[in-house]
């Protein structure tokens, strides 16, 4: 079971954020997503060429983008800084009380530099559920800047080779005594619910996004790549597309004992054959593998082999030398992965 292996993934990935983290000056001050990052260059145009620049503004509206915004709608959430990146932008935090799953968690946030560009002002944005492998508790480890996702992520969109995705970091776990495989588990706190529904409403409540699903996606490592997995497959009505990294391919967490019915209603496999068997919606799932994963790698090409097919549109991104480490899956998302989901889904559209 890969979540049960937390030395390279959990120890290096949390730990260094913590002590990162620790050492912005504006940690615990508010900040808001309202207004763009301060500094000079904060209202310049994007200058990229890809999806995220100007030279691509009208590729989006072919596929509706504009006609799919969805404005901020409230009621407003506090966010305190929890980092700081070097262009200006920042990594907020605000505890959620779910209200379809009664859990209360922290949600951490990244908006992109585009955000808050001028030209982007009547433009919803894709959003990038990103999920720790691990306990994923009380920290989600992409909340650290020494991961550099939100700096990549920016990189690439000015590159073509991602989309300014915002980027929501939700715990993944209400403790860290059981895995609870991000679903409704009888008996339990409603994961699958906070994670599906709460977390994604607090970011229309906050933020200008998507009516579509596709403008909403998943990523995550190791357990949280199970989540997100199995999120997409088991609610293709409101998430396009998730990437996967050195992910659990079945559920199997101990407190599904006794509730076999709803183990297999978060099984992946079950959930990719039942999508199968309907014929749709279409999900783009892009999966990523260290090549030293040795016992992963196996069943990643057994289900995509088995499942990636008809409506179940799949990518496989084996990085060289690899292994069961949040760096690894960084490094395969510039390889091609972020390129490929960034492709399947809406992309803000600027002003003309």
């Known amino acids: 079971m890969n979540r049960r292996r937390p030395a390279a993934l959990i120890g290096t990935a949390v730990i260094g954020s913590i002590v990162l983290v620790t050492g912005c000056s504006d940690e615990g001050k508010p900040v808001s997503f309202d207004s763009g990052p301060s500094g000079p260059s904060a209202q310049a145009s994007v200058q990229g060429s890809g999806q995220g620049g100007q030279k691509n503004g009208d590729a989006p509206a072919k596929n509706g983008a504009a006609a799919q915004t969805l404005l901020p709608t409230g009621p407003k959430a506090e966010f305190t ?3 700081s990146l070097g262009d200006g ?20 946030v990244w908006a992109p530099k585009q955000y808050f560009d001028p030209k982007y002002r009547d433009s919803g944005f894709p959003v990038l ?13 992409w909340m650290g800047t020494d991961l550099k996702l939100q700096s990549s992520i920016s990189a690439w969109s000015k590159t073509g080779k991602s989309l300014p995705f915002i980027v929501v970091m939700p715990v993944l776990n209400p403790d860290a005594k059981h895995y609870y495989d991000g679903s409704d588990i009888p008996g339990q706190p409603k994961m699958g619910t906070w994670m599906t529904e709460d ?3 607090l970011v229309r409540a906050n933020f200008r996004t998507f009516r579509s699903r596709d403008g909403w996606a998943f990523m995550g490592s190791s357990s949280g790549g199970f989540v997100g997995l199995k999120s997409v497959l088991k609610r ?4 396009k597309a998730a990437i996967a990294s050195g992910p659990d391919i079945v559920p199997d967490s101990p ?11 978060n099984n992946p496999e079950k959930l990719a054959q039942d999508l199968i068997d309907r014929k749709g919606p279409e999900v783009a799932l892009a999966f990523q593998v260290g090549t030293k994963e040795s016992t992963v790698v ?24 690899g292994t069961h480490n949040a760096h690894t899956y960084v490094k ?17 559209v600027p002003s003309s």
Not at 135 to 141: A, D
């Open 81 to 83: 800084t929890q980092s």
């Open 89 to 108: 932008t920042k990594i907020g935090v605000t505890t959620l009380k779910g209200a379809k799953s009664g859990f209360t968690g922290k949600v951490w």
């Open 129 to 141: 559920i990103a999920l720790p492998g691990g306990n994923g508790y009380p920290k989600n480890y």
């Open 199 to 201: 977390v994604p409403n």
């Open 236 to 239: 293709p009505d409101l998430f």
């Open 255 to 265: 407190l599904w004992a006794g509730h076999d019915a709803e183990k297999q209603a």
């Open 298 to 321: 196996p069943k990643v090409k057994r289900f995509i082999e088995t499942y990636g097919k008809g409506p179940v549109k799949t990518r496989l991104q084996m990085i060289e030398g």
């Open 332 to 348: 395969g998302m510039g390889e091609g992965t972020m390129e490929w989901i960034s492709k399947q889904m809406l992309a803000p």
